[in-house]
Structures are given as structure tokens and as C-alpha cells.
């Protein structure tokens, strides 16, 4: 299999790309190594394009259980755990660092760029705050705040949740705070005072954030529910340590993630303009 991208767009762009993909299915029948097939596509590419063009492609093969990748130009492939990277993991190596030693440090450092590259988190909090919210007057958000306050209502997990149920609560009316604080700033500035909006935009990417800590809470209690009624029942040794690792998750969530919803809560209520007023000169 091949994956790629070719610089430019339009004509030009469908050339090279039928280039390169004219030249792998030549000599991927042809090639047993998959160094030696991006050796040739090296130079076919390097026969039609001009100083200003590029390819980058990662070649993988899948071969008796093992998955081999030869990467050109990609950054390093990320190996995600439930479709997250845990940059705090690299704290396990005991204060390693950015070495070599490991391969984590080059997953951490990678999966850090790429946030800088883009940015997209902070355009995807603007979204969230302007255009879901404000424009469709939070019809989303209040069904799935709707669903929360429901399972909150609701008596589950015989009791055992129910510290679990107080910290999602909180942090769900600490959210709903925090969006009222919005509310007030985009007030001013319909008022009279624009620069109030600013206010909202210093703070969307963190009021993102704290939704996202929010529901992720609400899903993991719900699957502790699930697994305490299994546990109440008979299972294998196996399924005993599986649910009892999802009350555990739920839990530890619970207490270490959703107070933090609490502390953005009165950094929004502190926010001032005073970065939004420097000049040009002080950065």
C-alpha cells in the first residue's frame, strides 16, 4: 500500500501524482523490498519535476503479521492508545528527557509539532463558542447537557458513583458558568465595547478543553455502570479485571481531571485585555 501527497494543485498536481503512482504499481510487482521500490520511485519523480516539487509517501507492507513501513517525508507514525497520545507518559522514564534511549520521545515531540503547525485547536474552540453556540443558540450543547444532567439524576452504580456523579456536576455547572461569563462579554461588546469579544477569544480554547474533560467523565462513568452491574454478577477472571479497570478509570477521572474545570472557571472570571493591549514592540 501506498500513501501520498504531492506539492501544488490542479493539473500539474494530477501529473505528478499519476507519475508516482504510475511508477508503484510498475515496480511493486517487480520489487521485493520496499526500500528498493522508493528507491525507483525516487527516480522517476526526480526525472519529471522541477526544483520546486516534492512528493512525500509512506510505503507499507503487511507480510505474515508484521507491518513494515518505509516513510518519505511523513513525520514518524504515531502509535495512539484509544485514539489518544499521552505526552505525560514520557514521565515514566524518570526524568529522561528528549532522548534517544526511548522511542517515545520522538512520538511526544512529533505529536507537539504537529499542534503547532496547525493551530487547529484554537480555530476549533472559535467554532465551538461562535458559530455552535452563539449563531445556532446552543441547540447541541444543551441536548448532550440535557443527557449528563439526566444520567446525573439517575441512580446508578448502586451508590458506588456517587462521589464519581458530585465531581461531574460541578464541573458541568462550572462549564455552564463559564459560558454565561461568555454570554455577559459578548453583551459588552454588542453594547458599545467590542473589544469585549477579545475576552471570549482568550478563553474559547480553554472552555473547549473543559467540555471535552466533561463529556469524556460522562462516557467513562457510564461504562463504570456498565461494568459494576457485570461485576455484580459472575464473570470470568479475565472480565473481572477488565471492568474493574473501567470503575477505576471513571474514578481516577473523576478526581484528578474534572476539578481542573473548576480552576479555568476563575481564570476566565480574571481575564483582562492586558495581552490584547500590548503593543507590537513589547513581543
Excluded at 236 to 265: N, Q, T
Aim: aromatic share 8%.
Amino acid at each position: 500500500m501506498i500513501i501520498g501527497d504531492v506539492r501544488g494543485k490542479g493539473l500539474d498536481a494530477v501529473r505528478l501524482a499519476s507519475i508516482v503512482l504510475g511508477s508503484y504499481r510498475h515496480v511493486a510487482f517487480e520489487r521485493a523490498d520496499l526500500r528498493a521500490i522508493v528507491a525507483d520511485l525516487d527516480r522517476a519523480v526526480a526525472r519529471s519535476v522541477g526544483d520546486e516539487d516534492f512528493v512525500t509517501a509512506a510505503l507499507i507492507e503487511e507480510r505474515g503479521g508484521t507491518l513494515t513501513i518505509v516513510n518519505c517525508g511523513h513525520p514518524a507514525p504515531l502509535l495512539l492508545r484509544r485514539g489518544r497520545l499521552g505526552h505525560e507518559a514520557l514521565q515514566t522514564f524518570g526524568g529522561s528527557g528528549f532522548l534517544q534511549d526511548y522511542p517515545l520521545e520522538q512520538y511526544v515531540r512529533d505529536s507537539k509539532i504537529d499542534t503547532l503547525y496547525e493551530g487547529t485547536t484554537a480555530i476549533q474552540s472559535l467554532d465551538l463558542v461562535f458559530r455552535k453556540i452563539v449563531k445556532d443558540q446552543g441547540k447541541a450543547l444543551l441536548v448532550v447537557a440535557g443527557e449528563i444532567q439526566q444520567f446525573l439524576e439517575a441512580e446508578g452504580g448502586n451508590g458506588q458513583l456517587k462521589l464519581e456523579r458530585v465531581a461531574l456536576g460541578k464541573a458541568l455547572t462550572e462549564a455552564q458558568q463559564i459560558l454565561g461569563i461568555f454570554t455577559g462579554w459578548l453583551g459588552e461588546a454588542q453594547g458599545g465595547d467590542p473589544e469585549a469579544v477579545y475576552k471570549v477569544g482568550l478563553n474559547s480554547r480553554r472552555f473547549l478543553l473543559a467540555l471535552g474533560d466533561i463529556v469524556v467523565g460522562w462516557l467513562l462513568q457510564r461504562q463504570a455502570e456498565v461494568a459494576l452491574k457485570a461485576l455484580a454478577g459472575e464473570v470470568s477472571a479475565a472480565d473481572k479485571s477488565f471492568y474493574e479497570g473501567k470503575v477505576a478509570a471513571a474514578k481516577f477521572f473523576a478526581h484528578e481531571i474534572l476539578p481542573r474545570v473548576g480552576a479555568d472557571r476563575r481564570i476566565v472570571e480574571s481575564t483582562t485585555l492586558d495581552a490584547m493591549q500590548l503593543s507590537e514592540d513589547a513581543f
